[in-house]
């Protein structure tokens, strides 16, 4: 079936650092959507993407449907910032579903 | 700006009862989902209504759970009865329409004996 593949699974930065995540999709998907897990396991919404890229403060988000990826890149990361994220992706088909990686676990410390 | 709101926030049941979970969407939101999450498994789809129709049903979790949206402010997940292996975190989410973002609530944590 359709497949989301996240990456990496745990990411430790020091404060003032940076890097991305990335998801690859088995197939072609028409959106994607990152979300934060905060410390009371809720869901945040951070980015919905259909195409190109988005970005809101630190964070910078990019969807390639053609060639099948997506990723979050996360800048001067500080400590509030840690938790688990996780990428959500939309299939071709009729259903809206979200198919949801396994997440990265980002720890930031100081 | 209130956004998806559900209750209860926990729940612990023994088992064979029936419990009720309750979500309350975004105002406007046409499309609300039912999700379980699990470690295991991550997260399943349950149920998808789209302006209170439901139109998908997650297959294999017919037979003891049933979604139902009776107007566009409010559903309710029933378990019925209720397993151990049922124990997981309930997710509700809404979405203005269909393949637009999906807003989630909290969840529900449930525990079961």
């Known amino acids: 079936g359709d497949q989301v593949e996240q990456s990496p699974s745990a990411l430790s930065l020091h404060e003032g650092t940076g890097s991305a995540l990335r998801c690859n999709f088995t197939?072609?998907?028409?959106?994607v959507q990152w979300f934060r897990k905060n410390s009371r396991g809720s869901l945040i919404n951070l980015f919905y993407?259909?195409?190109g890229t988005k970005e809101n403060g630190r964070l910078k988000s990019a969807f390639d449907s053609k060639e099948r990826y997506s990723t979050l890149h996360i800048r001067d990361a500080q400590l509030e910032d840690s938790g688990t994220y996780f990428c959500a992706a939309l299939n071709q088909g009729g259903s809206a579903k979200l198919i949801f990686g396994e997440g990265t676990k980002l720890t930031v410390s100081s | 700006d209130a956004g998806v709101t559900q209750t209860p926030r926990h729940e612990v049941a023994e088992k064979g009862q029936t419990i009720i979970l309750k979500c309350e969407p975004v105002?406007?939101?046409?499309?609300l989902f039912w999700y379980r999450q699990t470690k295991i498994q991550g997260l399943e789809l349950l149920s998808y209504f789209r302006s209170k129709s439901l139109m998908e049903d997650g297959g294999a979790f017919k037979d003891r759970f049933k979604a139902e949206m009776l107007n566009s402010s409010f559903s309710t997940l029933k378990i019925q009865p209720t397993e151990p292996k049922d124990s997981a975190v309930y997710l509700c989410?809404?979405?203005?329409?269909?393949?637009?973002?999906?807003?989630f609530g909290p969840g529900t944590r449930l525990l079961v004996l």
């Open positions: 105002s406007g939101h046409n499309d």
């Open positions: 993407l259909a195409s």
């Open positions: 197939t072609t998907m028409r959106a």
């Open positions: 989410a809404s979405s203005p329409d269909w393949g637009d973002t999906q807003y």
